[in-house]
């Protein structure tokens, strides 16, 4: 299997739902987020070029976090979700993975240092 990930980032705030009184996640604040989205394919998948897809293929998904998602606030963005990072992950590869067939994983960071990730479970033949 081969693999490719680009990066993204946008800002936005939020609010989270669910937790204690004095906890400061529960008052609206902001971060400058980070998307990593990964794809895959066999090496028999692979494009005339070699491909597992174009980069430039992209664009659209960057067109998307610009208008949905750059400068909002997430609990307004993100239906029926709580926006932590990991909801956050679970919905962007929901919206996309039938847009990008070869989409395995997503990648969201809120700070420099802190990442969640999801990776649904294929099933295997």
Not at 7 to 12: I, R, V
Not at 41 to 61: C, S
Not at 92 to 112: D, G, N
Request: glycine share 2%.
């Amino acid at each position: 299997m081969l693999s490719i990930s680009k990066e993204f980032h946008f800002s936005a705030s939020h609010v989270l739902d669910s937790l204690p009184p004095d906890h400061p996640c529960g008052r609206m604040h902001g971060h400058n987020y980070v998307f990593v989205i990964e794809l895959a394919a066999a090496p028999d998948e692979l494009t005339e070029a070699g491909f597992v897809r174009d980069y430039r293929d992209l664009a659209e998904f960057k067109n998307w976090i610009d208008t949905t998602l750059d400068h909002r606030h997430l609990n307004d963005c993100i239906p029926e979700r709580n926006p932590s990072a990991e909801n956050i992950a679970m919905w962007v590869y929901e919206v996309w993975s039938p847009r990008i067939p070869e989409l395995v994983a997503i990648r969201v960071s809120e700070t420099p240092k802190t990442w969640a990730e999801y990776r649904p479970v294929r099933a295997r033949c």
